[in-house]
């Protein structure tokens, strides 16, 4: 909570990691030799400094393809518009050097654009449940 008791509010993503940094797989691999894979403790420094909420709500940074599409008369643009839309979505796995922490439980993501409101929760151990407003 900040000085008024109102939640903290985050201005900006966490930075990524950089991709020129470097680690030992085969490091990592070596001390696996003999135990049960289930067992094995990946390190953190390889997950990305997001959870996957942050991942989810990334992906909806286009919406204005949709809006320009609601609003198109050629539908052959319109189809040029949503599908520009689908591609660019993917581009969270571009970014992305390793894997986003799982959300823990009932934890919230909220992002607030001038033309989108995203929120997600985690409520079970089932994929995060998401409200968009455009």
């Given at each position: 909570m900040d000085e008024n008791g109102e939640p903290w509010e985050r201005?900006?993503?966490?930075?990524?990691?950089?991709?020129?940094?470097?680690?030992?797989l085969?490091?990592?691999l070596k001390d696996c030799v003999g135990?049960?894979?289930?067992k094995v403790a990946v390190p953190v420094y390889i997950n990305d400094p997001s959870s996957l909420l942050q991942k989810v709500a990334?992906?909806?940074?286009?919406t204005y393809l949709l809006d320009m599409a609601s609003v198109e008369d050629d539908?052959?643009?319109r189809v040029s518009l949503i599908t520009a839309f689908m591609v660019t979505s993917q581009?969270?796995?571009?970014?992305?050097?390793?894997?986003?922490?799982n959300p823990l439980l009932f934890e919230t993501f909220e992002l607030k654009t001038k033309n989108l409101k995203f929120f997600?929760?985690?409520?079970?151990?089932?994929p995060p449940i998401?409200?968009?407003h455009a």
């Open positions: 201005s900006e993503l966490p930075w990524l990691k950089d991709p020129n940094a470097k680690f030992s085969w490091s990592i135990k049960d894979l289930s990334q992906s909806y940074e286009y539908p052959f643009m581009t969270v796995a571009e970014k992305s050097i390793g894997k986003p922490f997600s929760e985690q409520v079970s151990h089932h998401a409200a968009v």
